[in-house]
């Protein structure tokens, strides 16, 4: 799905994400000076996106991979660094864990005073889980800091904190880490306009209602007239 986020609709669904059908469409769309005036684009951690907009426009395009990926890949990352650490400790610890995931997945703002309270005990009987939680806290507060303005300023940042829980020895961050340096440049350019790719997700949900409510739609051709009438 393209989305035209300045003025916040649908530009087209493509059927298939490969490398080859985004080049065609942006091409196309170059050609026909639709896209004429784009400067920056948001996009997953899929090499085709940040790919195929470097060759159809142009080295000076600003390939942005906004904060909602990052977050959702490093959320990924802590529940499997939070299961190595629980398979350390023994049936009664584990027991006291029951239950409790989404405390330690949640943004501290969403909780209760009284779950806030219960994390907190949680996290002095467990301190590793407790270090984990403030790392997961530590890449949040950089992309909330106003302060960071310039794709250098940022880079610095986001390395600092990938060295700080170097220390914690787990497996499932070492693999977050090698992930965000390997696309820290186009991360950092969140820093810039601090474009989010927030309003897809929205759209994506808009999508699946659509087929919910067609109880699925075979016809890709029909799907993609329904989306840009409804969303276009």
């Known amino acids: ?9 649908v530009l087209d669904v493509l059927e298939s994400r490969e490398k080859e059908a985004v080049l065609r469409w942006l091409k196309a769309g170059k050609e026909s000076g639709l896209l004429s005036a784009v400067e920056e684009v948001t996009c997953g951690m899929w090499d085709a996106y940040a790919q195929a907009p470097k060759e159809v426009f142009g080295p000076t395009i600003r390939i942005t991979i906004d904060r909602f990926h990052v977050m959702k890949n490093f959320q990924g990352r802590l529940n499997e660094a939070r299961r190595e650490i629980q398979r350390g400790l023994d049936k009664e610890q ?125 016809n890709f051709c029909h799907f993609r007239l329904r989306v840009l009438h409804l969303f276009g």
């Open 1 to 9: 799905m393209l989305i035209d986020h300045t003025n916040g609709r």
């Open 94 to 218: 584990a027991k006291e864990l029951k239950g409790s995931r989404w405390l330690w997945v949640t943004n501290p703002e969403n909780l209760t005073v009284e779950q806030r309270a219960e994390l907190e005990v949680l996290k002095r009987k467990f301190p590793e889980l407790g270090r984990l939680a403030e790392h997961r806290e530590g890449l949040r507060q950089i992309f909330e800091d106003k302060r960071i303005t310039t794709p250098a300023t940022a880079m610095v940042r986001l390395r600092e904190w990938c060295r700080s829980g170097v220390e914690m020895g787990l497996k499932a961050l070492k693999q977050f880490n090698k992930t965000l340096e390997n696309w820290i440049e186009k991360i950092a350019n969140y820093f810039v306009s601090r474009s989010s790719n927030g309003r897809t997700e929205g759209f994506n949900r808009g999508l699946r209602a659509i087929l919910w409510r067609a109880c699925g739609m075979r």
